[in-house]
């Protein structure tokens, strides 16, 4: 059975970029939601026992016919948002050196294309999805894109660095309509320690 890890922080901790109200919705009924699903589907296709959630989500097409969309919607909603939480802290730090930062000065020329590259990929997700950092499990570089519903990008094999939920459940109480204000308003909040490391253990650096 998947579980949902505690939050590493409160729900008002992310104030004033994430409201607590927000927070507390998004944790405890969507994405626990997308545990509960995840595990009854589990449970009615007893084959899939014992797989991790990167074995499920890597190999959709090979899973019974009816329990693919569960998967890849419930399973992916699970990784997206374990890792989404993961990458924000109240105690966000600018990044300005290392491995990953140095990386991203190669391939986007500069950390302000970089931003913007981002910021055009979360805010031009047409309907709900994800924005993404990642690298191409291939080419071992580094990508912008975005995803749509809860498509993880380990579907894709693509690792995820760092990832922005535009579903408009992430941000709609406090910011209504305005995605590009949210998105504006996320980067104070990216634990870049976090997924420095995390970038380091994928490249085994
Ligand atoms: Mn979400």
């Not at 405890?28 to 699903?37: A, D, E, I, L, M």
Request: glycine share 6%; hydrophobic share 40%.
């Amino acid at each position: 059975m998947f579980k949902l890890e505690s939050l590493p922080y409160s729900f008002d901790a992310l104030n004033p970029y994430i409201d607590a109200q927000t927070m507390e919705l998004h944790y405890t009924k969507h994405h626990q939601g997308y545990v509960n699903n995840l595990n009854a589907t589990i449970k009615e296709y007893s084959e899939l026992e014992g797989k991790t959630l990167a074995e499920l989500l890597m190999n959709i097409s090979s899973l019974p016919v009816g329990a693919q969309n569960s998967i890849r919607n419930n399973g992916g909603g699970h990784y997206n948002h374990t890792m989404f939480w993961k990458m924000m802290t109240p105690d966000a730090k600018v990044i300005s050196s290392g491995k990953l930062y140095d990386a991203i000065l190669d391939k986007f020329e500069g950390f302000d294309l970089f931003k913007a590259a981002f910021e055009n990929a979360a805010k031009t997700r047409f309907g709900s999805g994800w924005a993404w950092l990642v690298v191409d499990q291939e080419s071992g570089e580094l990508e912008v894109y975005s995803t749509a519903n809860q498509d993880c990008p380990i579907m894709d094999k693509k690792f995820v660095i760092l990832g922005l939920d535009v579903w408009e459940h992430a941000y709609y109480l406090q910011y209504q309509n305005k995605r590009p204000d949210y998105i504006s308003a996320w980067w104070n909040l990216v634990n870049w320690e976090f997924v420095e490391e995390n970038y380091r253990q994928i490249l085994g650096l």
